[in-house]
C-alpha cells in the first residue's frame, strides 16, 4: 500500500535499531483519513472471502478494526489483555508472550462471542514474531471457528511471524512489510 | 440517544447489582452500526463547538472515539495504561484508579500529541466515579490545552463522576444516562 509506505517513510522512526515507532499516525496519534484507506485496502484484499466476525486484539488493534469492520459490514470482537468483573467467566484463552514488553499475558474471548464456523478475519497492527496473531488463532481453533486471514499493517519482514503463519496456509495480507533498515532508512520488501 | 437506550435494555445485563454489561455490542463485541449512529450523535451535539482533536483512553473508548473522528474529520490521540519501548519518554501523565479493578494505574500522552491550545473533545464509553475522565482532564491541563467537552455513551448517574464534571463547567454530553435499576430492570434518567 503506496500511501501508508510513504506515511511510514516520512513519519516513522527506528528506535533501538529495530522498533519501528509510527505513534504519530497509527498506534499512539491516529490520522482518521489514513485509517479509513488501510480499512478500505483490506476490504479489497479480502473481497473475495467470507468474512463473518473481525478480531483483534486491545489496544491498538481496535482502531484498525473498527474502521476495518465499517467496510466488511460485519462485528468486531477484541481480545482482552487484563482480567475484568466486565468479563464473562466463560471465555476462550490463549498465553501470548511480548518481546517488545517482555511479559507473558493472557488473552481471553467470550465464549458467546465467537462461534463455530464463523469466519474469522485477524486484523491487528504489526507482526513481528507473531505471538499475539498466534495466541488470536488458537483462540479461533478452540472455539471451532474458520480463520479467514490475517490482515496486518505493518509487518516486520526480518522476523519471524509472517513465515510462520504463511506456512501454516492462512492468507496474511500485510499492507507494508519492512524488510529491514539500512544507513537509519526503512527498506521495504 | 432512543436507539442506544432500546439496545441497553434489550441486550444489556446488570452484574453484582450495578456494573451494566454491555459486551455484547460496545465493549467485547462491537455492533458497528451502532458506532457509527453513536459517533454521528456525538457529532451533533458539539457540532458547535470547536474541535481540533478527540481523547480517549484504552481499550474500549479507542473504538468509540475513532468511529466519532471520522464524522469530526480530526486525529484522535490515546491515554496509554502501560509503559511500552514506542512510548515517548516525553509523556504527560496523571494517576487513574479503576473501582472496576481495584487498582490506580499511570496514564500517559506524550508531549507531541497534544499541544498549547488545543481545543480537545474527551470520549469514553463509561462514566461512573469519574476518575478516567479526571485523568484525562488533568492531561489537557498540563499541556495547556482546552477542553471542549466530554463525550460518554453510558453514564451512570447514581454514582458521582458526571456531577463532579458538571460542576467543573465542563460541558458533558452522555448519550445514556442510568439512573438506577429497579426490580432487574435498567431506568434512565
Not at 38 to 53: A, L, P, T
Request: charged share 30%; net charge positive.
Amino acid at each position: 500500500m503506496e500511501l501508508l509506505k510513504k506515511r511510514i517513510l516520512v513519519d516513522g522512526a527506528i528506535v533501538d535499531g529495530n522498533v519501528i515507532k509510527v505513534d504519530s499516525f497509527l498506534n499512539h496519534q491516529i490520522d482518521i483519513d489514513l485509517l479509513k484507506e488501510i480499512g478500505k485496502e483490506f476490504k479489497s484484499r479480502f473481497q473475495n472471502e467470507k468474512v463473518d466476525k473481525i478480531l483483534t486484539i486491545e489496544a491498538s488493534g481496535i482502531a484498525i478494526a473498527v474502521i476495518a469492520a465499517q467496510y466488511f459490514n460485519v462485528p468486531v470482537v477484541f481480545a482482552k489483555k487484563t482480567e475484568s468483573k466486565n468479563l464473562d467467566k466463560e471465555t476462550y484463552e490463549s498465553s501470548v508472550h511480548s518481546f517488545t514488553k517482555n511479559i507473558t499475558y493472557t488473552i481471553r474471548v467470550s465464549k458467546k462471542y465467537i462461534n463455530e464456523g464463523e469466519n474469522i478475519l485477524i486484523i491487528d497492527d504489526f507482526l513481528a514474531n507473531g505471538k499475539a496473531v498466534e495466541g488470536l488463532l488458537d483462540i479461533v481453533n478452540k472455539a471451532k471457528a474458520k480463520v479467514t486471514g490475517v490482515g496486518i499493517v505493518i509487518e516486520k519482514g526480518f522476523q519471524k511471524g509472517g513465515k510462520n503463519i504463511r506456512d501454516k496456509g492462512i492468507k496474511l495480507e500485510s499492507l507494508a512489510i519492512v524488510e529491514g533498515v539500512e544507513d537509519g532508512k526503512i527498506i521495504f520488501r
